[in-house]
């Protein structure tokens, strides 16, 4: 790839964004459709053929409904927070791979001069440049490539999406809004410790942050799934409660809080909200896939087709089916698990994800540090995971909350009578 | 009021084994039920293309029979009307008309307000002569709150129409009349 | 004391000569009956009211065999009467039966097969018969009767008979030949139309060809009638009885005063039926009352307040005739001697006071005088002979006097004015102001009373009922309520006074007298009748009591004598 040109880069960015914003609309679709068929329906086949024109028809319709603006709401806010949500959802795909990459080139070693004694940066600055130029003439599928940082920026966007919450639920001034998003805040933070610790192992073996080099890895090793379950399904749940989505979508949960922090919104802002929340599912499913199942990295099967462009339809077919697998194991999984009481869902992250993600990543610095078999880390992971089973069955720190028999009755009201 | 301790009960939740602690085994099991139904056929019908099969026995818009005679059966007793809890039937009754020997009493206005109307069946149940019934026409539709004010007319027309289509209620024992016309036929 | 014991509950009955019936309703238990009628003389042809019979002697209950007519039977002192209602009985202890005696089976077991004779040619059209829900064929069937009838032949099916009167028709195969109507017409109007004709199972009531049933008290037979047999024409498929709201009224067609239930639905009079008051008229009221009470629904009435503009009557609202009282004031202001207020013997004794201190208040010498009374031949007293002259006891008096409170206003006229200024008395003069709060059901009376060469005052402002001769001449014509549109008193030719609740409400631009009484008197507030007799209880002596009646809405009278 060249240096940074201006025009493609807007062409790239443009088209991948109209093509998540298609995926977005069509998830919804989907989401409404598995979940029709899963409850034995039809869902929605009104608009257009088999119904595939209905996420225009519902964009049409949040574009032209009327757009009310409660007078209680603290505007700035009330404005910023849908819109938020949405840039920053989106801004975490740049550094996300969507096809075939190459890992950027490691920092060039300075070796001493002839002399010895004086470092001889030429030699490294020409390797450098060599390598830099090498690398930039690939083609990479990502937006921003060879971002050092990249697990870390996914990360940090991830964690700000909360804003978006907050600022909606505070400035619509309306209980159920604050309530969720409260929730949602305590949720998200809880999850953000799994979460984080359950991708340290990855980082820890792959010797990198940037996802094309852990991507390489995998390439190279296996995928981190065999290594690490233990940690996928940490970074998996965590991921869920991130999204806010069933079992962990407390801070919307409709029976409980309205809407909750979407109850004063509606419209476009209603959608924009949703825009994010899609686009946050289709980032974690990217990275789902791209950290833990390989990327696209398919047994050697991405490697049929000698023709580049071919090579590079072929590994972004692969990562985009592996990210799709993934946006269907969350709708399916809606309709799977009920949701969490708060309680349980604070345990889970506190009692439970945050030691054993601790432990995980114990072990795997150990396996790292004495030069173990990778697969020693997936005896551990097992191991770890059945004996925290065991615990809980037999030890009873599980989330398991439910009220005691002898607190509670002292809690209710008491009225002197007679 | 406070909740007496009394009628409290408490309800231990069921103790989790291993495997349930593991939560795997549970969501593979609740994923076998949800993917099996999407492959699974669907039970929507997709009404207007394809129509309902009602039960035989659905609640469905009212009609008016008539006799052997073509006379209208209603006797105007105003049992229905008095059964009916949405009061949605407005009868005025009137000397029945001097050909008709074996009755004195007719409606000279049957009106049902089919908006207001419940589809509880009561009316059917009430009525002695069995001259109104619910049929299986359910897919009532108009373009103002008068058209769906039924007259008299309105509903026997409808008795002519599905006996004609052959969509007779199963509850109709038709021909069979009630008490009320015992004797007519005696 | 002569004791009777009833279900084994003691009744004494002192020296009253009472039947099983009587004496068992004393006790609280009900006998059902249907031929007997405590008016009408005693045949005993329905055997519904069949009792088991026995005495109490020596501390010994003998009981008869055979169960007896109630009705028929008198009872005396140590008299043991056992109903079919024995197993309901509370509390009492048991009497000293013989042990194989059980007490109330036979009764019951009579009862049933008596209804099943009773229904065997009854043709249970219940749907289409206006009696259902009030029928004690129906009540007694359900509560007493077998379940089924086990009849194999076919029913009789006697024609019906319509032309039995002008507004009454049989249902002949409905009849139970209790010959309740054949009695009455015999006995109480003594004009004798109806009798049982035919035997046995062909036996039907019928008249005479060429001799219908047309007297003045005909409408009774239909009260009288315990199953749909005979049905008034008037009230024939109208309604159905269950959605009539039954209020106790006075029946407003005469000075006699009848107490009357007023049957309404919808606040639409239906039906009038006689209120049972023997202090009073006794069981009945005459046809001319029961069916009278169609001008309270005519189409024809005025409902709302008139008045004359470019010398036509124009409709117009209560707001702008605020300075009606203004208005009338000014014209009682120039010239008092020349200004009249009216009060009609229609007004309740309430309306009148009200009204008349309202205009005394005005002015002293403003005149208050006695509307026009409405008199139409002379008494008519029943029963009569052949010949149609009366026969002594009187049972039954239509008035001559077709108003029902002018003793009422003219006590209330004596006590405001010191007397009682006749109509015809003004009705020659020129005056300048004239109030009519009239009411007259029926305009005629107004216009007689109008000479033909009256001059019209000024001022007249007219309240009424129906146009007349009076509102075509009046500057301002106000609607007026009838005796079924408010609460009132009315004091009847004898002096009986009988308080009453409104049975519906007046229409809707209507305000009522009283109402209109306290705005003429300046009172602010909703007018009710409890303060006006607070008001009137120190100046009327005779209608104190009427203060302490609390009307409920059943309007119970409470009767005292003027």
Redesign the interface.
Known sequence: MPEFDLLTTTIIIGGLVAIVMSIVGYATLAERKVSAWIQDRVGPNRVGPLGLLQPLADGGKFFLKESPIPSHVDKIFYLLAPAAAMAIALLALAVVPWGGTTPPPKPVAVNMAADGKTPDYSKAVQRFDAEQGEYRNQFQGVIAPGLDIGIVYVFALGSLAIYGVILGGWSSDNKYSLLGSLRSSAQIISYEIPLGMSIVGVVLFAGSMNLETIIAWQKQNGWFLMFQPLAFLLFMVSVYAECNRLPFDLPEAEQELVGGYLTEYGSLKFGMFMLGEYTHMITTSFLMSIVFWGGWSLFGLEEVFTDPIAAAVLKAAILGGKMLGFLLLYIVIRWTIPRFRFDQLMGLAWKVMIPLSLLHLLAAMLVRQYGWSNWALTAISIGLFVAFGLVAAFKKIAPNNTPRRKVIPKMLPRVMVG | MPIAESDIKWIEAPKLGFLEQLYLPIVYDGLKTTIGHIFGKSKTESYPEQEPKLPPNYRGVHRLNRDEQDRVKCVACYMCATACPAHCIDIVAAPAPAGWTDREKYPETFVIDELRCIYCGMCEEACPVDAIELTTLYDLTGYSREQLVFDKEKLLGIFDATTKSGTDPVRSRSGALGPASETAKA | MPTVYVNDKPVEIGAEKLNCVQVAAKAGVEVPHYCYHPALSVVASCRMCLIEMGELKDGKVTMQPKVFPGCQTPVKDGTVIVTGDYAKRKGETALPYDPAYKPGDRTKKAQADTLEGLLLNH??????CDK?GECKLQDYSYEFGHGESRLMD??N?PA?KPELSSKITL?TDRCILCTRCVRFTREISGTSELQVVGRGHHEEIDVFPGFPLENKLSGNVVDLCPVGALGSKDF???Q?V??LKTTDNVCAGCSTGCSIHTDANKDIVYRLRPRENLENQGHFMCDEGRWGYHYTNAPDRITRPLTRIDGALKPTDWQSLSKLKETFEQAVFVSAKKSVAVLSPFLTVEEAYRLGAAFKSMHREIRLVLGPVPLTGVDDHYPKDVKGNAVAPTKFTIRAEKCPNRTGVESVLKKLQGEVISFADIAKLTLDAIWFAGGYPNPDVVDAAIPDDWAAPKLLIVQDLFHSKLTRAATTVLPATTAFEKDGTFVNHAGYVQSFHRSVKAPLEVRSELQLAFDLAGKKGLATVAAVRKDFAKELPQYASLAEIALNTNGRLTLATV
């Open positions: 043709p249970l059209d219940c749907p289409v259902a076919a029913k099916r019906n249902f024939l498929y109208t159905r269950w959605y």
